[in-house]
């Protein structure tokens, strides 16, 4: 009926109390489902749909009145739930919205069905007023529960995780209430069925089917797995799938688990193998109640997915075959190979490195592979040729990530050299398919390359002081004592003995012990992400004791490095270019002549010996060379005995250092 803006047509109170009490009880029950009535309206507050008030004819019996008004929640309550019913019934509002407003949608025609039972006990008029209140009571308090709850979800707009999270902590709340709290779990429990479909299908296939963006896993598409080799800050194994702000708390200690069951599922997929986990009844992510079924799904399909896949890349990708090839070729196991590379590479390597041919390079470590050892490695076509533009220092100063933070803060203090050749830049790579890329990515294999390039340049320094060596040894039958040579001769084996216990240290010291710890935890590791920890942990604490993370320390090597070079050719310059041997020419016969042209060579070639020996200019060449040696050895020295303290890693190569600067 309508209603003037000056009041009520009609007033009720023109009637006696029998009848307004019927009129009231019509009114009321057509406002518990939304109607308004002939004296009882139904008002919005201030425009909001969301918050409804009820207008009774001032003129009605007070108390009348005020049992109304004890029904007007229940009313209320129906209006706004069933506001919320229909507009997140909606297409666009996800899921468990839609499952939520379904389970409230059934609580309402029970609801209903009540109502309709009392409007026909009011019928057959065996229903007053306060037997009206009294039957209400019991749906008082779960709607008035379930009108707190869309009343929060509707004002913050909630969906997904956020609706379940809200039911769940309202559950608690009501924890005092068993009735009330067992209602609010079961519209979780319902709520809870399209977010555990899901679940269900991430931790069972990989495969994310959320249509809304409701799971708490996201999926970063335009992360591809080729990165991996391509890539020194790929982030595709962290990124391409992480978690989401909003887990449900019911998931929330599981989440990392049930975003790695997902992941490892995916790689297998990509790889074509068949990743569903096994069908049965009691695997069904149906429910989360108390008992924790669905952990122990979650944990069954975590540990089915986790071995698979370690399995996968164990027996069908060889993953340990592939790590022990990469050790004798970029950790140098296995030398012989890139012995006869080097020599048969020397004038390619000599050059600058913009000028190196990496194609003539690849056919000659091709080469070289095929006639040595190595061929007898099927893995070794695996294996590429790469010339950096940098030298190691300033690499070294040029990488991101935590591990060279310490490296990239004093890059600036870094010595360039002058001129640096395909020596100091050659490195090896290494192809490596998917999903080897994941334990092998281009940061690992940067990393392999860093110590490979050390490694490298220290043979390539010892190589060139036992060629200096082998100088000094030719002309060990000439009398030499007391000259510049036999000096030299010293102060050469001094720097062989430092770059050998260098090479000692790095090889038996570090990259041997490490690599066995390493070996045997990858035999034992339980998952592919223990296989990553454990080979990140390996090449991390080589690159830490080969020095290559203590700037400090790997500067003054590399000067030694340099000094010895430059030794080397010095020294092979002063002895194969400065001395003359004059051969006798006149013929001599007989076996007694043959006795006095020995002699007489020798004689000449030692006094040519002296002649140049005793200039004074060369003799302060060699002394220089001993002097800034002997410095810098001794720097070194108590460099690494101070770092000792902290990296007690250093004590035996500090011991060997301060060997060779006491010799």
Known sequence: MNLSSAGFENPIGCYDAAVQELIVIDDILSAMVGIEGRYILIKTVNGKQDDVTFQVDPSMDLALQELAKRIFPLCKSFTLINQFVESRSQFKNGLVNHAFSAALRALLLDYQ??????????HLGKLSLQGLWFYCQPMMGSMHALSIVIQKASVNNFSGSAVLNLLQSQAKAMAGDNAIRLLLEKM???ASNAY???LERWVYEGVIDDPYGEFFIAENKSLQKESLTQDNDAKYWQHRYSLKDGIPSFLSNMAGTILTTGKYLN????????????ASENLKLTSFGSNHHY??????????????????????????????????????????????????????LAKKPDEVSVEKLQSLLDLALRTTAAAADPLHEDLTCVVERSSLLKRLGSIKGPEFSHSSSVKNDL???????????????????????????????????????????CKHVDRQLCGAWQVHQG????????TAISRSSLLCRSMLKFINSLLHYLTFEVIEPNWHVMYSRLQSAKSIDEVIQHHDLFLDKCLRECLLLLPELL???ERLKSMCLQYSAATQWLISSSIKIHSPEEAIDGSTGLGKATQLKSGKLSLALKSTTRNAAVTESVLKFEREFNAELQSLGSVLSRSSQAEPYLTHLAQSILGVRSE
């Open 475 to 482: 002309v060990r039958a000439l009398n030499t004592h007391g």
């Open 295 to 348: 952990l122990e799904c979650i944990k069954a399909a975590y540990n089915f997915a986790s071995g698979e896949l370690l399995n996968l890349i164990k027996d069908k990708f060889d993953l340990l075959g592939k790590l022990r090839s990469i050790k004798h070729y970029l950790l140098l196991d296995q030398g012989d190979f890139l012995v006869h590379f080097t020599d048969i590479a020397r004038d390619e």
């Open 555 to 557: 500067k003054k090597v």
């Open 113 to 122: 069905a009540m109502v309709a039972q009392l409007e026909h006990q009011f």
């Open 188 to 190: 979780a429990q319902c």
């Open 415 to 457: 010595e360039e050299p002058v001129s640096i050749t395909g020596l100091e830049t050659f490195s090896l790579s290494y192809k490596v398919p998917w999903p080897l890329s994941i334990v092998l990515s281009r940061k690992a294999l940067t990393k392999y390359q860093l110590i490979f390039r050390f490694l490298f340049h």
């Open 196 to 198: 555990l479909s899901i």
């Open 267 to 278: 790689v297998m997929r990509e790889c074509g193998h068949n990743v569903q986990v096994p």
